[in-house]
């Protein structure tokens, strides 16, 4: 199985390198749009900001390439936030696979911005899921979020709930980080590699 990241101008894509490597994959990391295509599997991962990423994709072309993929894609944490619609950081047009904004967590007493370390998902759907108890805890660190929508699969409490992870077609996305998630996370992401 050809497993595929996207190479782009964002951080934390390593740490996914390292998680699918324990799982016996050994992926490639390339921002080649026929690689992309030809892979069995995608994965968008990242951590940064949402303007200046769209910025380079749009620049390089990788906006419309992700936007055209057939195969199972992963988005991750920035991954998740960039397939949705529209991003309040940087007030920005994202490439609208999830028909959502995201939004700031607003501050509240008591409620720490950026929202990390380990969360409880709930209400989970879907194969992403196979096998993963409700309530199991995975690791998260973000300061803006995805509302609970028509194509939510997971929720997390945070001030409020909002979607921990997303599915819409051959697109499925989670806020958290599977691949800093431990068992519960290495699951999520034998999962993903089995659809």
């Known amino acids: 199985m050809q497993v595929a990241i996207v190479k782009y101008n964002a951080g934390n894509i390593h740490s996914v390198v390292h998680a699918l490597r324990r799982l016996g994959i050994e992926p490639i990391l390339t921002d080649n749009p026929t690689l992309l295509q030809q892979a069995d599997k995608v994965i968008f991962p990242g951590v940064g900001e949402a303007a200046t990423t769209m910025q380079y994709l749009q620049k390089t072309g990788l906006d419309q390439v992700i936007k055209n993929l057939t195969q199972p894609v992963l988005g991750i944490c920035l991954g998740m936030q960039l397939l949705c619609k529209h991003s309040?950081?940087?007030?920005?047009?994202?490439?609208?696979?999830?028909?959502?904004?995201?939004?700031?967590?607003?501050?509240q007493k008591g409620?720490?911005?950026?929202?990390?370390?380990?969360?409880?998902?709930?209400q989970l759907k879907g194969p992403l899921f196979a096998r993963n108890q409700e309530n199991d805890y995975v690791y998260f660190v973000h300061s803006y979020y995805v509302p609970v929508c028509e194509h939510t699969i997971a929720?997390?409490?945070?001030?409020?709930?909002?979607?921990?992870?997303?599915?819409?077609?051959?697109?499925?996305?989670?806020?958290?980080?599977?691949?800093?998630?431990?068992?519960?996370?290495?699951?999520?992401?034998?999962?993903?590699?089995?659809?």
Not at 89 to 105: H, Q, R, S, T, Y
């Open 88 to 107: 309040e950081e940087g007030n920005v047009d994202a490439l609208g696979i999830f028909d959502i904004p995201v939004k700031k967590f607003t501050w």
């Open 111 to 122: 409620l720490k911005i950026p929202h990390m370390g380990w969360n409880q998902i709930e």
């Open 155 to 195: 929720t997390t409490q945070y001030s409020g709930p909002f979607s921990a992870a997303l599915n819409k077609d051959n697109f499925y996305a989670t806020q958290f980080h599977p691949e800093k998630s431990g068992d519960v996370g290495s699951l999520i992401l034998e999962n993903f590699l089995q659809l």
